[in-house]
């Protein structure tokens, strides 16, 4: 008989979660990609000095409408440059300078308003949409699931991780219109329903209710991480249930119903270096140095996390932009991040009661790190997703889900190399 694994984490959302989302305008500069990563050519459409407002597509991508990037704001050309983006890798980028004028009107999508299958999914690649979730562009999703099927759509604003609240946020202030575009992704997918899965204390669950709709509320498990946040005995144990985070539902209601960009993110900025952590939101593009510049730095951080304390990626540099995938943003001091004592696992086998997928991790660590890499296939690293429960957990304070993961990454490649360089 299988049972729920997971860990309780510490809850450190106040006091973001109980702020009023705080829109950052005047923004001096954006740094945009002109396109995110691809195979395809890219044409810049832009010139230098060239004004540009909300909307303005940056490049073509042959055949790949989904891959173009839309300014975020009301600007100027001033440049390019070539920046490391720790979650996107290497990106050539224009560089737009925001005077402080009156912002011009958004460049519209053509055929805003359409209901048509056909327009839901045009309106996503046109409005560049992309699910802060995984990073994948929403047209890409939308075009699967409805190929290989779809039972039910959950629009994912759980967030058990200790600081992030940028779901919470984005429900807040536009609950209905993320309602009506998970209907949309519904519509379009062809599943039977769907619902809005969260994480929350009771009042915020009534209010959300009264707005939306009791049965289109799902009141996900408080442990780390969340497997499927859905009632498998109502949608079917089955069932494939395809889930998309609550920004991109947002964003496709906006482009559907109203013809506009993705053009925004919200997310959480947190930790004890950041003298008033809140909820944010901020056009694409703006650097990380500008948004912690706004919320205020008690010190030179020494930790600077894009995304949370469990899954995020460390930069060592504040001089990169917001991307889509981002929500949350985390400073710490030296003093608020314990250094980890290091030593040989004792098979206590706590990693395995909070993994989720079932996962050996302390044995695929030991097989990893002895070079036994043809072992290591039968022990399904693949099925790992990166939650980090397992290092959370680990007493010894082993770095189980990086090594996990980098087995799944590199699968049998490791062995091949050893065997070719054992030839030579």
């Given at each position: 008989m299988s049972r729920y694994r997971g860990v309780r984490?510490?809850?450190?959302?106040?006091?973001?979660?109980?702020?009023?989302?705080?829109?950052?305008?005047?923004?001096?500069?954006?740094?945009?990609?002109?396109?995110?990563?691809?195979?395809?050519?890219?044409?810049?459409?832009?010139?230098?000095?060239?004004?540009?407002?909300?909307?303005?597509?940056?490049?073509?991508?042959?055949?790949?409408?989904?891959?173009?990037?839309?300014?975020?704001?009301?600007g100027v050309v001033s440049g390019e440059k070539e920046i490391s983006h720790p979650l996107y890798g290497e990106l050539r980028c224009v560089v737009i300078d925001c005077p402080?004028?009156?912002?011009?009107?958004?460049?519209?999508?053509?055929?805003?308003?359409?209901?048509?299958?056909?327009?839901?999914l045009t309106a996503a690649e046109e409005a560049?949409?992309?699910?802060?979730?995984?990073?994948?562009?929403?047209?890409?999703?939308?075009?699967?699931?409805?190929?290989?099927?779809?039972?039910?759509?959950?629009?994912?604003?759980?967030?058990?991780?200790?600081?992030?609240?940028?779901?919470?946020?984005?429900?807040?202030?536009n609950a209905e219109q993320v309602a009506e575009g998970v209907s949309l992704i519904a519509t379009y997918a062809g599943a039977s329903g769907w619902h809005i899965?969260?994480?929350l204390s009771a009042s915020r669950r009534r209010s959300l209710a009264l707005r939306i709709g009791k049965k289109r509320l799902?009141?996900?498990?408080?442990r780390y991480p969340v497997r499927e946040p859905v009632n498998r005995r109502a949608v079917g144990k089955r069932a494939k249930v395809c889930r998309v985070g609550v920004q991109a539902c947002l964003a496709l209601y906006r482009a559907v119903r109203m013809g506009r960009a993705h053009t925004h993110a919200i997310l959480t900025v947190a930790g004890d270096a950041v003298k008033q952590p809140q909820n944010v939101m901020v056009p694409f593009g703006t650097s990380v140095q500008e948004i912690l510049r706004r919320c205020g730095v008690c010190d030179d951080p020494s930790y600077l996390i894009l995304g949370d304390s469990m899954t995020g990626v460390t930069s060592v540099?504040?001089?990169?932009?917001?991307?889509?995938?981002?929500?949350?943003?985390?400073?710490?001091?030296?003093a608020q991040v314990r250094p980890t004592v290091t030593r040989a696992c004792i098979g206590c086998g706590r990693c395995v009661k909070v993994c989720h997928a079932g996962l050996l991790p302390f044995e695929i660590h030991?097989?990893?790190?002895n070079m036994h890499y043809e072992r290591i296939a039968s022990l399904a690293a693949a099925d790992c997703?990166?939650?980090?429960?397992?290092?959370?957990?680990?007493?010894?304070?082993?770095?189980?889900?990086?090594?996990v993961q980098e087995a799944k990454r590199s699968g049998n490649t490791l062995l091949l190399d050893l065997e070719e360089d054992t030839d030579a």
């Open positions: 984490l510490a809850f450190e959302k106040k006091p973001a979660i109980l702020l009023p989302t705080a829109e950052l305008t005047d923004i001096g500069q954006v740094v945009l990609p002109y396109a995110y990563p691809t195979d395809a050519e890219v044409r810049p459409t832009v010139s230098l000095y060239d004004t540009l407002r909300p909307g303005s597509p940056l490049s073509e991508v042959e055949g790949e409408p989904f891959s173009v990037v839309r300014s975020s704001v009301t402080p004028e009156t912002p011009a009107p958004e460049v519209e999508i053509s055929g805003a308003g359409a209901d048509t299958l056909d327009y839901i560049g949409v992309i699910d802060e979730l995984d990073g994948v562009p929403l047209s890409l999703k939308l075009q699967e699931w409805r190929e290989t099927g779809c039972d039910f759509v959950v629009g994912d604003a759980v967030e058990v991780q200790p600081y992030s609240s940028s779901a919470w946020a984005t429900l807040r202030g899965a969260a994480c799902f009141q996900a498990d408080s540099t504040q001089d990169i932009p917001v991307l889509p995938g981002m929500t949350c943003l985390l400073a710490f001091t030296a030991r097989r990893y790190e997703d990166g939650c980090g429960a397992c290092s959370y957990v680990c007493p010894c304070g082993l770095e189980l889900a990086a090594v």
